[in-house]
């Protein structure tokens, strides 16, 4: 269903089972709404306000968020495979479960965000804020995290494998033993037990 949207109200809405493909929407308000099985392939949302809006097994494929506002949004076991995100307030967002994987959040600001066990990989982090951000559980192989601001983040059970820890910032970040291995060993350290 290709089609435009504009200034349309949707604040409170429960949308199930539907799917959108190509379709732009502009300065559209989905405050509060909630989604559940719905899916948007190549869809286009600018200026669109999320706040507080709910989302469940919903899918957001190869989307365009541009100035939209995501302030208190929850994603539950969503697809955001191949989305990006600019210009866009995105915090505090929660992300519980579910694919971010090749999503650009290149710059974001995502300090104190919650993300748990979801697959990102190939996201590009590069230059994201994530001061204070719990990004545990996470799967970032192939991440991109050039200097992105890890400062007091919650790191513990992410893949870490690709993180160069000389080009990011890393104060108080927190991770777990086996993690403390592979950041040494990125670091040149020959660790032996």
Request: proline share 1%.
């Amino acid at each position: 269903m290709e089609r435009t949207f504009r200034r349309e109200d949707w604040y409170g809405e429960e949308l199930t089972d539907r799917e959108y493909v190509d379709c732009e929407f502009f300065d559209v308000d989905l405050t509060e709404a909630t989604t559940r099985r719905v899916t948007f392939t190549n869809c286009v949302f600018s200026g669109v306000r999320f706040n507080a809006s709910r989302h469940v097994d919903s899918a957001f494929l190869r989307c365009g968020f541009r100035r939209c506002t995501l302030f208190d949004a929850e994603f539950t076991g969503c697809k955001l495979v191949g989305s990006s995100f600019t210009e866009s307030t995105l915090r505090p967002v929660t992300v519980l479960g579910g694919d971010w994987s090749f999503v650009g959040l290149a710059g974001a600001d995502l300090r104190g965000v919650t993300i748990r066990d979801v697959r990102m990989r190939e996201t590009d982090l590069a230059k994201a804020d994530l001061t204070e951000a719990v990004l545990a559980g996470a799967d970032l192989s192939g991440a991109i995290l050039r200097g992105a601001r890890l400062t007091r983040c919650d790191l513990r059970g992410s893949d870490l494998t690709t993180l160069d820890p000389t080009t990011v910032e890393r104060s108080g970040a927190i991770i777990d033993a086996a993690q403390a291995m592979i950041v040494a060993q990125a670091l040149g350290f020959d660790v032996r037990g």
